[in-house]
């Protein structure tokens, strides 16, 4: 028999074990009842090409435009949002083509990063730049002329076409790495786009008038299979995003499945050192829009700034990670090729650069990030750090009073 004294020791802690183990399992429970409560709901929104299609119209020049006084509601996982073209086919506040008289005018060229849908007018990388330079004194208005999709050489044919009108004194082009591949193709997705050669009289358009096309119907969501426990897809999800190498550790383990890998795509192919030869021509695509936008900016009387889009894997340690155990990189792939790339060929056709890789991971922390948790744009946090970022380059170039 036990000495009581140990006995009771013994009855003592099998009695707080049980508690704990009691007081573990409720918690789980707890979690699991509470995720399945706010993972459980109805299916949102669809992909941008359904909702782009309720603001945006065939072009026979450009591919698509945006419908003047449009709108439409994004409703997805990271965001919901209510999107208003104006009167003249652009996202923002009604302004004329007449400059106003001793305010600077500033304009944007970009694409969805630029168009920004997924965040409220105010809070755009144009609303808040231009909200930056009156808080440094400088009058000026932002003209946001973002079109989701666009790629260079539809935002050079933007500004040959409508763009100028504004007369902005600095024109700044946005330029993110899908930009390059779609310079030297026809199509993005269904969407026909154009197509320039490089002339003596200037680009021309090989494929003008593009066709017109039958947006692609909005697909119903599909409702994703019940996982058999949310706590357990909750700690999936957060370790594939924290370090995908030690996912697959532990799905070595039997855990759960290995992460599925990815087959490379051109976009992908852009980061190889040194770069493969089928893209070269898309690269001397956008070194001949660059300098042909350059030119027609200076033959107006404005200056061309480059402004550099990183991806989320370009700012964030453990998304580059996650990409190359996805696409199965090896050390040919670089994280920073395609900014590189893009800042040199700037260089060298004597247009301003800058990269905002840095202001985004100095911006960046886990409490505020600056992309959407599953969307690939900025957040409005992200929005603001580019803006301030982008006003300490464009005040000192703008005729401010």
């Known amino acids: 028999m036990l000495p009581p004294s140990l006995a009771s020791r013994l009855r003592s802690l099998a009695v707080?074990?049980?508690?704990?183990?009691?007081?573990?399992?409720?918690?789980?429970?707890?979690a699991e009842l509470a995720l399945r409560i706010a993972l459980s709901g109805p299916a949102?929104?669809?992909?941008?090409?359904?909702?782009?299609?309720?603001?945006?119209e065939p072009d026979p020049l450009l591919g698509w435009r945006?419908?003047?006084?449009?709108?439409?509601?994004?409703?997805?996982?990271?965001?919901?949002?209510?999107?208003?073209?104006?009167?003249?086919?652009?996202?923002?506040?009604?302004?004329?083509?007449?400059?106003?008289?001793?305010?600077?005018?500033?304009?944007?060229?970009?694409?969805?990063?630029?168009?920004?849908?997924?965040?409220?007018?105010?809070?755009?990388?144009?609303?808040?730049?231009?909200?930056?330079?009156?808080?440094?004194?400088?009058?000026?208005?932002?003209?946001?002329?973002?079109?989701?999709?666009?790629?260079?050489?539809?935002?050079?044919?933007?500004?040959?076409?409508?763009?100028?009108?504004?007369r902005p004194d600095l024109v700044v082009l946005f330029v993110y790495h899908n930009d390059i591949p779609y310079l030297v193709q026809e199509k993005y997705g269904p969407y026909p786009k154009p197509r320039l050669a490089f002339e003596d009289a200037g680009p021309r358009v090989t494929n003008f008038p593009l066709p017109r096309y039958e947006p692609p119907q909005r697909a119903t969501p599909v409702a994703q299979p019940k996982p058999p426990s949310y706590l357990l897809e909750f700690v999936k999800n957060h370790l594939?995003?924290?370090?995908?190498?030690?996912?697959?550790?532990?799905?070595?383990?039997?855990?759960?499945?290995?992460?599925?890998?990815?087959?490379?795509?051109?976009?992908?192919?852009?980061?190889?050192?040194?770069?493969?030869?089928?893209?070269?021509?898309?690269?001397?695509?956008f070194t001949w829009t660059l300098q042909s936008l350059a030119r027609a900016v200076r033959d107006d009387g404005g200056e061309l700034l480059l402004a550099y889009i990183p991806s989320r894997m370009e700012v964030d340690d453990a998304s580059w990670e996650l990409t190359q155990v996805r696409y199965v990189l090896d050390e040919k792939y670089r994280r920073s090729a395609v900014a590189e790339r893009v800042l040199q060929i700037a260089r060298r056709v004597g247009v301003p650069e800058l990269d905002f890789t840095a202001a985004l991971k100095t911006g960046a922390s886990r409490r505020a990030p600056v992309f959407f948790e599953t969307d690939s744009h900025w957040n409005a946090?992200?929005?603001?750090?580019?803006?301030a970022a982008l006003a300490d380059v464009v005040r000192p170039r703008l005729p401010c009073r």
């Open 44 to 56: 949102r929104g669809g992909k941008e090409q359904q909702e782009r299609n309720v603001y945006t």
């Open 66 to 166: 945006k419908i003047p006084g449009a709108e439409a509601r994004y409703d997805r996982r990271d965001f919901q949002t209510r999107y208003r073209v104006n009167s003249r086919g652009l996202r923002g506040p009604e302004l004329a083509h007449e400059r106003s008289p001793g305010v600077a005018r500033v304009l944007a060229l970009g694409d969805s990063f630029v168009e920004a849908f997924m965040v409220d007018d105010a809070s755009t990388v144009t609303g808040r730049l231009q909200a930056e330079l009156a808080q440094r004194g400088c009058r000026a208005e932002v003209v946001n002329g973002g079109t989701v999709g666009y790629s260079t050489d539809q935002e050079f044919l933007f500004y040959r076409e409508e763009g100028r009108r504004y």
């Open 381 to 387: 946090h992200g929005q603001a750090t580019a803006a």
């Open 240 to 285: 594939e995003r924290v370090s995908a190498r030690q996912y697959n550790r532990l799905a070595a383990l039997g855990l759960w499945e290995p992460l599925r890998t990815l087959e490379l795509n051109e976009e992908m192919r852009l980061y190889r050192v040194p770069e493969l030869g089928h893209l070269r021509p898309a690269w001397s695509a």
């Open 16 to 30: 707080n074990l049980t508690l704990s183990a009691c007081s573990v399992a409720i918690c789980l429970l707890a």
